[in-house]
């Protein structure tokens, strides 16, 4: 168990909804990360909250939109869904302090499948 | 631009022989290197990093190797047994940034 919770596990909607997905990372970390992975492919990485605040952005659609709480938890709001979103949403925590090694750990994933 | 591979989809090995996945890495500004483990319906799990001043590190039953001059990083499994089944990620990221570079994965299947 890495310490890091995501709910749901698991999301079944439709094209052009809206979801919400929930991320709690460990405890004293402050930094979250947002990860798409579809099938047989890797991690692509989405966007990056320190301490509330934006700190990096990758490969994320305009529909797709996140945010990092003052408890430290993010969301990661997927609206329009096509049916190209259906993947696995994982969240990485990490302490988010660059002077030492900063390893992230990962959340067990939201498998959303659209329909 | 930056890209971390994996030559091998798949490796297949005996239960009890030794694994070596490999990993190769384009940016030379990479310092810090991570292998991950993701079991089937799970996130990737931690398994050993190596930073850039070494060329070795080992774990229990693993061990990574480093080769800057090639660009290229393996995960070696000591006496693989059937819980290494899994999809091995690399993953790199230079000192200073906040962006890690993730391998497309090697899927290791241990054959009884």
């Known amino acids: 168990d890495s310490g890091v919770t995501q709910t749901p596990k698991h999301l079944i909607t439709a094209t052009g909804q809206r979801v919400t997905l929930r991320c709690s990372p460990r405890s004293g970390d402050l930094s979250v990360y947002w990860y798409q992975q579809s099938l047989d492919q890797g991690l692509q990485f989405l966007i990056q909250?320190?301490?509330?605040?934006?700190?990096a952005k990758g490969n994320i659609l305009e529909r797709f939109s996140a945010q990092q709480f003052p408890d430290l938890h993010s969301e990661l709001n997927l609206s329009s869904l096509e049916l190209g979103d259906s993947a696995l949403y994982f969240c990485a925590s990490s302490s988010g302090l660059a002077y030492r090694t900063d390893t992230q750990y990962f959340g067990p994933g939201t498998r959303l499948t659209v329909l | 631009g930056e890209s971390v591979g994996l030559h091998l989809p798949t490796l297949s090995v005996q239960e009890g022989d030794n694994s070596i996945i490999n990993c190769a890495y384009s940016?030379?500004?990479?310092?810090?290197f991570i292998w991950y483990k993701q079991e089937s319906g799970k996130g990737p799990q931690f398994i050993i990093d190596?930073?850039?001043?070494?060329d070795k590190r080992q774990g229990q039953r693993v061990t990574v190797l480093l080769n800057k001059t090639v660009k290229h990083l393996s995960l070696q499994i000591a006496a693989t047994q059937p819980g290494d089944s899994a999809v091995y990620f690399c993953?790199?990221?230079?000192?200073?940034?906040?962006?890690?570079?993730f391998g497309t994965g090697t899927r290791l299947k241990v054959l009884a």
């Open positions: 909250y320190y301490n509330g605040e934006e700190r």
């Open positions: 993953a790199e990221n230079t000192s200073g940034t906040y962006k890690y570079i």
């Open positions: 190596i930073r850039s001043n070494m």
């Open positions: 940016n030379s500004a990479s310092d810090y």
